[in-house]
């Protein structure tokens, strides 16, 4: 029962109770630079009953708290749009940089109750949830995130009187919804839905369940847990999680070593085969904008490979106002100071509109293992990481296309020198394109690693052979147009 | 008549033209580098009737673009919760980086147009929002934007008859919408509306009318004007407007050197004070949140004025589902890269909401000017461009709130002092602070100025004696509350 985790009374008196809050508080203020110090992040989750005053617990928490270095999120603002997106897109969306803290009103554990209890969600897919809560958790944890969860805790006859209260002032009425309503209506099916959900995910993060039924209790007792955790965590240095096995599906592994690069296919063929692909994308673009099929294409390959070329064809057929091209750089400083996932998290695309990446989230086993710009239980671990994202993708419903491009060294020195002579494609070609050259082998081995480890049932890696860009082109679209029409058929 | 300055015929026979649409795309392909060196932003505005082929044009248009340079805003899917928003926001936001391009799929004559024939938008409403467009228009130009817009033309009879073969598909037929056969029925009377919303904002970038009956000879006439538009701007280089006279309605002029500093508050008052006013806050809030009113409240001062102090007596009472703080530090690359109020607007608080921002767009003209972050004649011009972006946020219904935070300099040596003395503060004070403090007179002067050119009726300053920070805290504090009063009458 969840009553018996309450955390006990100390049998503080009231003049000492509020002595120790206020040192408590301090404490807190304190600590904050010592966080920004470590470039610990760290998310404070308050879950709890309807009126069991979350909200103004928050307040109290950040009210000696630098602005500068703290953020509120509330689920009931940031989730508009939510049957648009993944279930973890509000959340991830919302962690905080490196050495600032974030308060949520209301977390995963509300939302996916509320959709499993009041919006029909079926069983199966509830299971699936936990499951990727239990991942997103391990994920903030072995990238340096410090959760705190706690659950404000009322008895039913408390929430019906503060309900009652509330609707009784016209002021404060429009608080209480139908489904807080519902709540204390079936609080018993709540409390085992609250339950359950807590011992399904008590593992990576612990969680706390405070009385709520007094604020000077509540708000000592959820300071000291907030800053013990912090206390602890400073304590112990920021965490760099060690890599994981995990048990994915696979898909055959496409090997470099094999690929017959000598496929090639004749201009006027080329020309016939691109107008055909393009009537065919565009009228299927056309039913998944309108069945909302999320589609995200991942272009990876060979510096001068033909990524550009590739991408610009496959997206001329389809309709602007349903697609967006992501062109992946080098993270900015509030890029880097978040989970290496959250720059594509927030670049998602809307159920119905299709995503093309010109480079994606393996930049982090590609370009970051080589230069060494994470270390080496990062890009190790991102492997799994990697697999976890795509396949909340997947359960998502999300179409996912990862291609790599491949050439041999010869042609791209062809192209390479091509673009140096030609006056309109020399800024296409930089130093560092030649330095990277020079890295073949390294990358060489990266790339198989890569495809050796992440290439999944459900979002597996499909080999372009591009000495010929236009077989490439033509590949890459088609395969595309066959992966919609599949995804059309099987919602069907 | 519109017809008759669409794009006149230059008789070219098919097979030049063909000839002349692949030369000109090769042009903008090669324009595009120069762009990027060049640190030239371009917005192409792509307007016109239902069903005139925008999406299509677009789509010819970057089909040899690099996607990293370039990208696609569409109207539609950009302005869901534009209820909530001031007019420009879903376009401000979209702006391009320096060196790239955005391609609209409709923009703000659509928006405009539409709201009032369709959206029951007041004649007044209306004629601010050309106001607007005006200023916006003139803002991007001065701060080197090139905007190019194009209306694709279609008779009457032309639009019935693709509207009509849209809806005979059914994989087409939802690309019609109510509001698109609106604007068939009613021709006449949108096509007024375009005409005068051209002629009333033709100054600042001129409307191109092109003809849409045939796909061949508008892709032609927009590569046309798109590399001419380019051309030209390229040549003349990056244009850094000129400081311009307005005739805001000014609030009396606040003057630094006549605030008595005196003014002090007893310990004991101020608990009392901060009480009522905390329960006061905390009701008015609510209220305004009900009546979807936004709330901006701005902190300036000098360092150690006792900012971070008063933003937390004031945040704490507010519902934190409802108000967000906005810490603003040195701009980072993504928005340097943009108008220097983009990063501004896109945190815009929801209408009903309240942003606290500490420090603001006010660095503009006083640590930019001081430390040559940007040039003379840039910040000399942002008094008047905070003004109208302040009388943009006044017209949406915005309450401002602007506080100056006043203190003499040896107030400010003491808490400096002290900070630097107590350990658990040191981080609170840097040495750029003491340089900053060197700067005094400098700042003083710059703080003069920006009292004086931005104190206008719609956003007032407010300057709050500091040396004493009970006395500060409670003046803040009621100034919010009674304005947040005023507001709720006025509504009423």
Same mark, same amino acid.
């Given at each position: 029962?969840?009553?018996?985790?309450?955390?006990?009374?100390?049998?503080?008196?009231?003049?000492?109770?509020?002595?120790?809050?206020?040192?408590?508080?301090? =404490?807190?203020?304190? &600590?904050?630079?010592?966080?920004?110090?470590?470039?610990?992040?760290?998310?404070?989750?308050?879950?709890?009953?309807?009126?069991?005053?979350?909200?103004? =617990?928050?307040?109290?928490?950040?009210? !000696?708290?630098?602005?500068?270095?703290? #953020?509120?999120?509330?689920?009931?603002? !940031?989730?508009?749009d939510?049957?648009r997106y993944p279930? =973890?897109y509000?959340?991830?969306?919302?962690?905080?940089?490196?050495?600032?803290?974030?308060?949520?009103?209301?977390?995963?554990?509300?939302?996916?109750?509320?959709?499993?209890?009041?919006?029909?969600?079926?069983?199966?897919?509830?299971? &699936?949830?936990?499951?990727?809560?239990?991942?997103?958790?391990?994920?903030?944890?072995?990238?340096?995130?410090?959760?705190?969860?706690?659950?404000?805790?009322? #008895?039913?006859?408390?929430?019906?009187?503060?309900?009652?209260?509330?609707?009784?002032?016209?002021?404060?009425?429009?608080?209480?919804?139908? #489904?807080?309503?519902?709540?204390?209506?079936?609080?018993?099916?709540?409390?085992?839905?609250?339950?359950?959900?807590?011992?399904?995910?008590?593992?990576?993060?612990?969680?706390?369940?405070?009385?709520?039924?007094?604020?000077?209790?509540?708000?000592?007792?959820?300071?000291?847990?907030?800053?013990?955790?912090?206390?602890?965590?400073?304590?112990?240095?920021?965490?760099?999680?060690?890599?994981?096995?995990?048990?994915?599906?696979?898909?055959?592994?496409?090997?470099?070593? *094999?690929?017959?690069?000598?496929?090639?296919?004749?201009?006027?063929?080329?020309?016939?085969?691109? !107008?055909?692909?393009?009537?065919?994308?565009?009228?299927?673009h056309?039913?998944i904008y309108?069945?909302r099929i999320p589609v995200i294409v991942c272009?990876?390959?060979?510096?001068?490979?033909?990524?550009?070329?590739?991408?610009?064809?496959?997206a001329?057929?389809l309709d602007p106002r349903g697609f967006e091209t992501w062109?992946?750089?080098?993270?900015?400083?509030?890029?880097?100071?978040?989970?290496?996932?959250?720059?594509f998290w927030t670049r998602l695309p809307r159920s119905g509109h299709v995503a093309i990446f010109?480079?994606?989230?393996?930049?982090?086993?590609?370009?970051?293992?080589?230069?060494?710009?994470?270390?080496?239980?990062?890009?190790?671990?991102?492997?799994?990481?990697?697999?976890?994202?795509?396949?909340?993708l997947?359960?998502w419903g999300a179409v996912i296309l990862?291609?790599?491009?491949?050439?041999?060294? *010869?042609?791209?020195?062809?192209?390479?020198?091509?673009?140096?002579?030609?006056?309109?494609? &020399?800024?296409?070609?930089?130093?560092?394109?030649?330095?990277?050259?020079?890295?073949?082998?390294?990358?060489?081995?990266?790339?198989?690693?890569?495809?050796?480890?992440?290439?999944?049932?459900?979002?597996?890696?499909?080999?372009?052979?591009?000495?010929?860009?236009?077989?490439?082109?033509?590949?890459?679209?088609?395969?595309?147009?066959?992966?919609?029409? &599949?995804?059309?058929?099987?919602?069907?």
């Open positions: 029962m969840l009553k018996n985790h309450i955390r006990p009374d100390d049998g503080l008196d009231k003049e000492s109770r509020k002595e120790e809050t206020k040192r408590l508080q301090e =404490l807190l203020t304190a &600590q904050q630079p010592a966080l920004r110090e470590a470039k610990l992040p760290v998310v404070v989750m308050v879950e709890g009953w309807a009126a069991a005053g979350k909200g103004g =617990l928050i307040n109290k928490l950040i009210s !000696d708290v630098d602005p500068r270095f703290c #953020s509120v999120f509330s689920l009931d603002a !940031d989730r508009r939510a049957d279930f =973890l509000p959340f991830f969306s919302a962690l905080p940089e490196n050495g600032k803290m974030l308060f949520m009103d209301g977390g995963w554990m509300e939302a996916a109750i509320r959709d499993r209890l009041c919006g029909g969600l079926g069983k199966e897919e509830y299971r &699936q949830r936990i499951l990727s809560v239990n991942r997103f958790e391990r994920q903030l944890r072995d990238n340096g995130y410090l959760v705190v969860k706690l659950f404000v805790h009322i #008895s039913e006859k408390e929430q019906a009187k503060r309900q009652k209260e509330l609707l009784s002032d016209r002021e404060t009425a429009w608080r209480v919804s139908d #489904s807080d309503r519902q709540q204390n209506k079936e609080y018993d099916r709540f409390l085992d839905a609250y339950e359950e959900f807590m011992t399904a995910t008590g593992d990576v993060f612990p969680w706390h369940v405070v009385d709520g039924s007094g604020m000077k209790k509540l708000n000592y007792d959820a300071f000291c847990l907030l800053t013990e955790a912090i206390g602890a965590s400073l304590a112990a240095g920021k965490i760099c999680g060690e890599p994981f096995e995990a048990d994915f599906a696979m898909a055959p592994t496409p090997r470099l070593s *094999e690929v017959d690069l000598s496929p090639r296919l004749e201009e006027a063929e080329y020309r016939k085969e691109l !107008d055909a692909l393009q009537e065919r994308l565009s009228r299927l056309n039913r309108r069945k272009f990876e390959g060979w510096d001068a490979a033909g990524k550009g070329g590739s991408i610009r064809r496959l001329y057929p062109p992946i750089a080098s993270p900015e400083p509030h890029e880097l100071a978040r989970h290496f996932l959250w720059r010109d480079r994606t989230w393996y930049g982090r086993v590609m370009v970051e293992r080589i230069e060494g710009f994470c270390s080496e239980k990062d890009w190790q671990r991102a492997y799994n990481e990697i697999n976890e994202f795509e396949a909340d997947h359960d990862k291609f790599w491009l491949q050439i041999d060294q *010869e042609t791209q020195l062809a192209r390479f020198t091509e673009r140096q002579n030609t006056p309109e494609k &020399q800024w296409k070609i930089t130093e560092e394109d030649w330095r990277n050259r020079e890295k073949w082998p390294l990358y060489e081995e990266a790339v198989s690693d890569m495809l050796e480890k992440t290439s999944t049932e459900a979002a597996p890696w499909h080999i372009i052979e591009s000495n010929d860009k236009f077989y490439a082109r033509i590949k890459v679209m088609r395969t595309v147009a066959d992966a919609m029409e &599949q995804a059309l058929k099987d919602r069907n």
